[in-house]
């Protein structure tokens, strides 16, 4: 699952997962240590190899760099293409709400804090980094599908509509 910081890709994953009986792997937390510590770039390709050789799973997160570990094992890539004026909010929503804790998608010892650098710099700037998303979504391997959902309304119907929803005949490339 791919998308904007606050689209709704780890609520997504988690409706996904549950629906369907699949661990759910946030990549998010995965990836940061205590402190908001980054893994070494080596280390963090080895997590993913072993997170995605798992037999089925749900994965949420961008990281570009593991993209070429995890495509050929993904069946399917969601792609939240949802617009700057809901994940927006929606990302500075979560932020306060968690403000001080960790959220359930973010590694221990890291808790919410208000990054004006990670809005301005990360959340903020998604448009220019949206062609990246429409490219791996226009070439990805002949054995992995892709939805693109544009609204949360679309996510909502996914959800209510598992596991039908996910079937080979309601997914396209």
């Known amino acids: ?26 990549l998010d937390r995965e990836y940061w240590g205590p402190g908001w510590t980054a893994p070494e770039p ?7 190899a072993g997170m995605a050789a798992g037999n089925a799973w ?5 990281y570009p760099s593991s ?16 617009p700057r004026h809901v994940y927006f909010p929606q990302a500075l929503a979560r932020t306060v709400r968690f403000y001080g804790r960790v959220r359930p998608d973010i590694g221990p010892g890291n808790p919410e ?10 959340v903020w700037t998604y448009p220019a980094r949206r062609a990246q998303d ?3 979504m226009a070439g990805l391997p ?9 609204t949360r309304r679309q996510m909502r119907q996914l959800v209510a509509g598992l596991p039908d929803s996910l079937t080979h005949d309601s997914v396209s490339k």
């Not at 791919?2 to 988690?14: D, N, Q, T, Y």
């Not at 080596?42 to 993913?48: E, G, K």
């Open 67 to 82: 993209m070429d570990l995890r495509l050929p094992r993904a069946q399917l890539v969601i792609w939240l293409d949802l």
């Open 42 to 48: 080596v280390a963090w390709r080895s997590r993913v």
């Open 142 to 150: 002949g054995c992995t599908r892709g939805l693109t959902l544009r």
């Open 134 to 136: 429409s490219k791996l």
């Open 1 to 26: 699952m791919i998308g904007p910081s606050g689209a709704g890709k780890s609520w997504l994953a988690s409706r996904i997962g549950s629906g369907l009986g699949l661990p759910v792997v946030h």
């Open 58 to 62: 749900v994965m949420d997160g961008g």
């Open 113 to 122: 804090r208000l990054d004006p650098a990670f809005f301005r710099d990360w």
